[in-house]
């Protein structure tokens, strides 16, 4: 029997989340602002080679190597908020001009949230949810 517990989507991001959705450049100005709103300063974070950095676990290590803030984390509550804050600012990629798929997640989510769409477990997919269903 379906329990129909889960809203919006389930995703897979390779590469990882962050460089699924963000250029190296806006991962790096977001961190340099979360850093200002700590008290220091952005721009070590700014001006940091960041070239050869490529996932997650790579733009932390160069983070914590540059950075005077200490300790930081990719994972905590400050770095996904601030991540958010710049998606809804900044809606399409830099590199592509293309939407960011965290944005297209968060509207899936809203839909499935009204009752509009529910998670289909076989397609693994967002789908319409049939009206008989919605009202019965």
């Known amino acids: 029997m379906r329990q129909d517990n889960v809203t919006g989507l389930?995703?897979?991001?390779?590469p990882d989340f962050e460089f699924a959705n963000f250029t190296?450049?806006?991962?790096?100005?977001?961190a340099a602002q979360l850093d200002e709103t700590e008290g220091y300063s952005?721009?070590?974070?700014?001006?940091?080679d960041w070239q050869d950095v490529?996932?997650?676990n790579a733009f932390e290590q160069q983070y914590r190597r540059v950075s005077a803030r200490q300790p930081f984390s990719s994972k905590g509550k400050k770095w996904g908020e601030a991540l958010a804050k710049y998606?809804?600012?900044?809606?399409?990629?830099?590199d592509t001009g293309v939407e960011r798929s965290f944005i297209r997640e968060i509207r899936a989510a809203l839909y499935a949230?009204?009752?509009?769409?529910?998670?289909?477990p076989e397609a693994l997919a967002?789908?319409?949810r049939a009206s008989s269903a919605k009202n019965g």
């Open 87 to 94: 998606a809804m600012e900044h809606q399409s990629r830099a």
């Open 54 to 56: 490529a996932c997650g």
């Open 10 to 14: 389930i995703t897979v991001d390779k």
């Open 24 to 30: 190296i450049n806006e991962l790096a100005e977001v």
């Open 113 to 120: 949230r009204k009752g509009a769409l529910h998670f289909d």
């Open 42 to 48: 952005g721009d070590t974070i700014r001006n940091a």
């Open 126 to 128: 967002a789908i319409p």
